[in-house]
């Protein structure tokens, strides 16, 4: 009966977990080709890319940056290397083509450092660019002077510093500035503009990230997969994701003017955002550009430059992994990126729960056991309820076993005198599943707080362990966690079913063969779980069998 009750647990929760899957498949976008328009706009006549209001020149008429917001890759670069990052930068446009996390290391066999932005060359096309919006001025297809060699951050040094100049025009001299900083995944991007001409500027600068629509490094479990795509954060409209299926359709939304917020490129484990500083007016805007490429980024104003005058613009790019603790400084919202869907309430506070574990441990593995302990000892009074219910079932398998003898051939009359003798000893055949249904929400919150952290990412536990976001190497958690249903199954009544307690005896094996693939994180709490479970079960039932042994024996 327990069994049965485990079964209608699991099954409930992998319904449910398929269920938000679902959800996530249906904003995930497929690949695409075609030139979509940007979003609530129409595209124009000759296939040139439109641009939001706020780019419009004092005619009223929009300048368009480029004609496509392509990934500049046979441009030359220059390479920027800190302790974190090494970027390269290229000469068209000064987009950051390519970055590289030096502590986050890429999954499977190859190797090396993780490739966040990338040219192409490893798996994706994913730049962050920006330019600047007026007749004349550079953008992100402007060819601009690199310095002659590369730069490091030296021993020492807390800044290292890109300066690109671009051509001058009508007199007007453009710097693109770059800024890396030890210790940081945070780039301060400005432009210094000086004007040399005869006429007053006013000109928008606008930053963007440009990714191809297909889906990042993945933890899979069942189908299980985490969002790919655009998302915006404003402190009126909150939190908003956009799927590229929704931008190739024209049907995304999200606040497209606002005075605060950023706009940022989500993938599991990391993510690249632009942050403004707030205060600031600023227009949003997500596109499609051809070629299985998006775009998403922010146009901020300028002020009016007047002749012999200078301005600067600027914005600060993140990008690197979704560390929980340190991304909520950054930016207002910026830790929402880290999605747990509907069951954030839950699952926010279990992972500060199993920070403060690692805080005290120093493994995410132990910090799991500890949390697995933490919850069991949260839900005990209702698990005991539960094997209480169960235990009291066995005690009185052999009553009901000689009952089917007798009314084996009458199922209403044996259904009739089952209730009786449940009525008589007072127990609830059902009393077990809400206990159990309860923690469900608390299981699926930290199934996907253990899938979605980028701390558990490459986290070693002990021995064999090294990826506690990845599956077992060598199957020993899933055949332990096997083993352990098999005993817990030993200690719940017989089904009077032979044909049940044939299903019964199956699932270990069944479920056994489920958690093959499962990272071992989750493995690992299954396991620690069942072996509370078991040991919590053996005591009760060895209590209530030993309060009655005439029932036993009857």
């Not at 099954?11 to 979509?36: E, R, T």
């Not at 590289?100 to 798996?123: I, W, Y």
């Not at 006013?202 to 189908?223: I, S």
């Not at 699952?347 to 069991?376: D, E, Y």
Request: charged share 15%.
């Amino acid at each position: 009966m327990d069994q049965r009750r485990l079964i209608l647990f699991l099954v409930f929760s992998f319904a449910l977990v398929m269920l938000w899957d679902g959800w996530l498949k249906y904003n995930q976008p497929p690949a695409v080709a075609q030139q979509p328009a940007i979003a609530g706009a129409a595209a124009p006549a000759d296939g040139s890319v439109p641009t939001p209001t706020l780019s419009a020149t004092a005619s009223g008429q929009p300048v368009v940056p480029g004609e496509q917001a392509a990934v500049a890759t046979s441009a030359p670069r220059v390479v920027v290397e800190t302790d974190l990052l090494r970027a390269e930068v290229s000469a068209q446009g000064g987009d950051i083509v390519r970055l590289e996390l030096k502590q986050h290391k890429a999954s499977g066999e190859a190797g090396g450092n993780f490739v966040l932005l990338d040219d192409g060359t490893t798996r994706h096309q994913y730049a962050a660019q920006s330019g600047l919006i007026g007749e004349g001025l550079p953008t992100h297809k402007t060819m601009f002077q690199l310095p002659g060699s590369d730069l490091r951050l030296e021993d020492g040094e807390d800044t290292v510093e890109l300066r690109l100049q671009a051509p001058e025009q009508n007199g007007v001299q453009v710097t693109k500035v770059m800024r890396f900083q030890r210790g940081s995944y945070l780039v301060d991007i400005a432009y210094e503009i000086r004007n040399g001409g005869a006429q007053a500027l006013a000109p928008h600068a606008y930053f963007q990230l440009t990714r191809d629509g297909n889906a990042a490094e993945q933890v899979e479990a069942f189908g299980v997969t985490t969002f790919t795509g655009p998302a915006f954060y404003t402190d009126a409209n909150k939190f908003q994701k956009v799927s590229f299926e929704d931008i190739t359709d024209g049907d995304a939304k999200f606040a497209k003017t606002a005075s605060d917020g950023w706009v940022a490129m989500v993938q599991h484990y990391f993510v690249s955002a632009w942050l403004p500083e707030q205060g600031l007016q600023r227009e949003y805007f997500a596109r499609g550009v051809g070629n299985n490429l998006f775009s998403a980024g922010v146009i901020l104003p300028v002020s009016a430059i007047e002749p012999g005058a200078a301005a600067t613009v600027a914005s600060r790019l993140y990008a690197g992994p979704q560390e929980q603790d340190k991304l909520e400084s950054i930016a207002p919202g910026l830790d929402l990126v880290v999605d747990y869907g509907w069951l954030t309430v839950i699952a926010a506070p279990l992972f500060w729960v199993l920070s403060w574990f690692h805080s005290l441990t120093g493994n995410w593995g132990w910090a799991i056991i500890l949390v697995t302990v933490a919850i069991k000892a949260v839900f005990f009074p209702l698990s005991a309820a539960s094997y209480k219910s169960m235990a009291k079932m066995r005690v009185l398998g052999p009553r009901l076993q000689r009952m089917k003898e007798m009314y084996g051939s009458d199922k209403a009359k044996m259904q009739q005198e089952m209730m009786n003798l449940y009525r008589t000893e007072k127990i609830n055949p059902l009393g077990g599943c809400l206990p159990i249904l309860v923690q469900i929400p608390v299981f699926i919150a930290l199934y996907w707080v253990l899938l979605g952290s980028v701390e558990m990412r490459h986290a070693p536990w002990l021995g064999w362990i090294q990826d506690l976001s990845a599956k077992d190497p060598y199957f020993i958690l899933p055949v332990i966690m096997g083993a352990s249903m098999l005993i817990q199954m030993r200690l719940n009544p017989t089904p009077p079913d032979p044909i049940q307690a044939k299903v019964m005896m199956a699932m270990p094996i069944v479920f056994t063969f489920m958690f093959l693939w499962f990272p071992s994180g989750l493995v690992l709490y299954w396991v620690v779980n069942n072996i509370l479970s078991i040991g919590q079960q053996w005591q009760i039932t060895r209590m209530i069998e030993s309060a009655k042994p005439g029932t036993k024996a009857a």
